[in-house]
Every structure is written in structure tokens, then in C-alpha cells.
Nanobody
Framework: QVQLVESGGGLVQAGGSLKLSCVVS????????MGWFRQVPGKEREFVAA????????YYSDSVKGRFTISRDNAKTTVYLQMNTLKPEDTAVYYC??????????????????????WGQGTQVTVSS
């Protein structure tokens, strides 16, 4: 059974930084595509960033590009999301997600929450103005 556990959320002032972590257990982490999504109550879940098996394939949403950095440490079975220059509109519950399929993905697949098989419980990020 695959489990994803996020941590690192909290309250920060606008312009500040946070680093989220997601520890994955259960199967071979190095073969997982990993993604970060976020959701605000009453709105659809939104793609934030994704990273491939080796870390060389990376995607960001336009809203976070240049401010957020996704990375992974396969030895620690952990994926990270470094968030800098945070804005109040970044306030949301952030979810880590994993996909274990080996078939090739098209570019839009990386940002589609329906493509991910496993999800964490989420961690709250609140950015005050």
C-alpha cells in the first residue's frame, strides 16, 4: 500500500518562504512521477508542479513559475516544494500526488489530477498580506 505524507505547511507573511515535503512509502519511489496540487475551498484542485522519475522532467503552472521549485530525493523517497515570494493567493491546502505508470505521458498529463493514483492528506499553507 502506497502512502504519501505531507509536511511543512503553516502561516507565513507575504514575501516569505516555506518548504513542503512529501514522504512516500510502499513501493519503488524512484519509478513514480510526482506532483503537487493545491485547493481552495469551493474551487477545483489546481496543478502546481510535477517532476519525473529522474528529476530532469519538471513542469510548473504559470502562477508559480519562477517562485516555486520542485525537487526529489529518491534515496529519501521524498519530494519537495520550495515556495518563495509567497503571495496571499497561494493560500490553499497543498496535496502531494504520485503516479506509478510507466507509459509515456503527454505534456498535459502532468497537470491532470486524474492521472495520479495516490494522494496525501494535504497540508495547509496560509499567506497573510
Amino acid at each position: 500500500q502506497v502512502q504519501l505524507v505531507e509536511s511543512g505547511g503553516g502561516l507565513v507573511q507575504a514575501g516569505g518562504s516555506l518548504k513542503l515535503s512529501c514522504v512516500v512509502s510502499g513501493r519503488t519511489f524512484s519509478y513514480y512521477r510526482m506532483g503537487w496540487f493545491r485547493q481552495v475551498p469551493g474551487k477545483e484542485r489546481e496543478f502546481v508542479a510535477a517532476i519525473g522519475w529522474t528529476g530532469t522532467t519538471i513542469y510548473y503552472s504559470d502562477s508559480v513559475k519562477g517562485r516555486f521549485t520542485i525537487s526529489r530525493d529518491n534515496a529519501k523517497t521524498t519530494v519537495y516544494l520550495q515556495m518563495n515570494t509567497l503571495k496571499p493567493e497561494d493560500t490553499a491546502v497543498y496535496y502531494c500526488a504520485a503516479n506509478s505508470a510507466t507509459n509515456p505521458w503527454r505534456t498535459p498529463d502532468w497537470g491532470s489530477d486524474g492521472k495520479y493514483d495516490y494522494w496525501g492528506q494535504g497540508t495547509q499553507v496560509t499567506v497573510s498580506s
